[in-house]
């Protein structure tokens, strides 16, 4: 199945963990996980908040790891309903669509990259790739399931990481 996972950031709401299939001509964002508020608090306690949250994230990954195998079992246009913030889109709605590599500062936690789109009468959307599983499969995906994507980075094999193009 040609899926990866992708986090969008929002300064007004909560952020949102989409699982994004292509499928027949069309991009179904079918949400798994919102923010988790544990990582931020346990920071606020140090070495010992992260000790006593690491088994609870340890956990909440394995969670989220099933639910991924189990939606992958199914076919994605039947996964729509399962969430108010599920939705789909056409290809041929995305005006413009871009990976690009993560900046040097900004983003928000860790990720390797992101995917930039703008789907018509949308304002833009960002999805940051928290994996370089993700981050690959992405990379592979999307230049082939939309015909205006353009892929800003390269896989560098002396630093095994994606680095912009330049």
């Not at 909440?60 to 790891?65: F, G, N, P, R, W």
């Not at 199914?74 to 108010?84: C, R």
Request: proline fraction near 4%; charged fraction near 20%; glycine fraction near 8%.
């Amino acid at each position: 199945m040609n899926a990866f996972n992708g986090r969008q950031i929002s300064a007004l709401s909560s952020d949102r963990l989409y699982r994004v299939f292509f499928d027949q001509g069309e991009a179904f964002f079918i949400q798994i996980g919102g923010q988790s508020f544990g990582q931020a608090i346990a920071v606020q306690f140090g070495l010992l908040g992260m000790l006593i949250y690491a088994p609870f994230q340890r956990r909440a990954q394995a969670k989220l790891e099933a639910k991924i195998r189990d939606l992958d079992m199914q076919p994605p246009s039947a996964l729509l309903a399962a969430g108010k913030h599920n939705f789909r889109a056409f290809i041929s709605d995305f005006e413009s669509s871009s990976l690009q590599a993560a900046p040097a500062l900004g983003g928000h936690g860790r990720h390797l990259g992101r995917w930039v789109l703008q789907l018509r009468g949308q304002k833009p959307m960002t999805l940051q790739l928290e994996t370089e599983d993700d981050m690959r499969r992405a990379f592979e995906t999307l230049p082939s399931a939309i015909s205006t994507h353009v892929n800003q980075v390269a896989w560098d094999t002396a630093k095994s990481k994606f680095v912009k193009m330049s």
